[in-house]
């Protein structure tokens, strides 16, 4: 069992550390928001760009995988789905298909890259304009989390930014690629 001033010194360790400090400034709920979006969206944007071109059309092979989408697949559904989460923020009709990677031309990986990066700039657009009141009290309509608060939408755009990341990570490690982020980290971690 610990001591006492151990525990206190482990909570005050904690508490002072200034990532779990409160924020001085009064951000407002959309900016929270868009600073975990931003790191989500580097993340995600960082493992595409280390996929070389030859390899976008990789899919994970065996029959575990049979029907999964490919990595170029993968890159166009995050984009797509990005302006759909955002859509349905703004109260705009999304775009269709997004399951399959919607209606964009993008095929190339350069084309992918460029509309991921758009989406994500579209993301942050839309963060920007949407007022704490209309945040949470004024509901997004469409099938991506439609009749939730917009909060809900954004925070699920960016869960979902998230989910594809933990997806595309295994396809870069099959083909002998160490995720740009994990090679930030200490070996300890990989």
Same mark, same amino acid.
């Given at each position: 069992?610990? @001591? $006492? ?6 909570? =005050?360790?904690? +508490? %002072?550390? #200034? ?26 944007? @960082? $493992? ?6 030859? =390899?976008?059309? +990789? %899919?994970? #092979? ?129």
């Amino acid at each position: 069992m610990r @001591s $006492a001033p151990a525990v206190l010194f482990l909570c =005050l360790a904690f +508490f %002072a550390n #200034p990532l779990f400090a409160a924020d001085e400034t009064a951000a407002s709920v959309s900016s929270s928001v868009s600073a975990v979006l931003n790191v989500t969206a580097q993340q995600f944007l @960082s $493992a595409a760009e280390a996929m070389p071109e030859n =390899l976008y059309s +990789f %899919a994970p #092979p065996g029959a575990g995988f049979k029907g999964v989408r490919t990595f170029g697949e993968q890159v166009k559904h995050v984009a797509c789905g990005n302006f759909a989460f955002f859509n349905a923020i703004e109260g705009k009709t999304p775009p269709p298909h997004c399951e399959k990677g919607g209606p964009a031309e993008a095929s190339t990986r350069s084309e992918l890259l460029a509309y991921l990066r758009e989406s994500f700039a579209y993301g942050n657009k839309v963060l920007a304009a949407m007022s704490d009141k209309d945040a949470l009290t004024r509901t997004a309509k469409g099938p991506y989390w439609g009749g939730s608060t917009r909060l809900t939408v954004a925070v699920a755009a960016v869960w979902h930014i998230s989910d594809h990341y933990g997806q595309i990570v295994p396809y870069l490690r099959m083909n002998g690629i160490l995720p740009p982020t994990t090679q930030q980290h200490p070996l300890a971690v990989r």
